[in-house]
């Protein structure tokens, strides 16, 4: 049964950074690709991030480009999402997400991903 698990949210002023882990608990983890979706109280979930299959390409929501990076480590089975000069309206609780075996990063819509993580609440305080 394949697990994700989300680590890293808390609470931080605006203009602060927190760094969240995505753990994935199989293998082979290389060939799929990573998002990061939130969902803020009262609002859909929505698109943050995603990153192929091999790392090289990377894809951002208009809302986040140049505050956060999306990365993966496939020896540790592993992603992160840093996430720098945060604001305000950008607390909600952010989930991992794993789409299998395609590997491509075009993948911006909740229903194309196939597992799912409980999520980790982010709360910035203005």
């Known amino acids: 049964q394949v697990q994700v698990e989300e680590t890293g949210g808390g609470l931080v002023q605006s203009g602060g950074s927190l760094r969240l882990s995505c753990q994935v608990s199989y293998s082979p983890y290389s060939r799929d690709s990573i998002g990061w979706f939130r969902q803020a109280p009262g609002k859909e979930r929505e698109f943050v991030a995603v990153?192929?299959?091999?790392?090289?390409?990377?894809f951002y929501a208009d809302s986040v480009r140049g505050r956060f990076t999306i990365s993966r480590d496939d020896a540790k089975n592993t992603a992160h999402l840093q996430m720098d000069n945060l604001k305000p309206e950008y607390t909600a609780v952010y989930y991992c997400?794993?789409?299998?075996?395609?590997?491509?990063?075009?993948?911006?819509?909740?229903?194309?991903?196939?597992?799912w993580g409980q999520g980790t609440q982010v709360t910035v305080s203005s």
């Open positions: 990153v192929s299959a091999n790392g090289s390409k990377t």
């Open positions: 997400a794993v789409r299998l075996g395609t590997g491509g990063y075009s993948y911006l819509r909740a229903y194309e991903y196939d597992h």
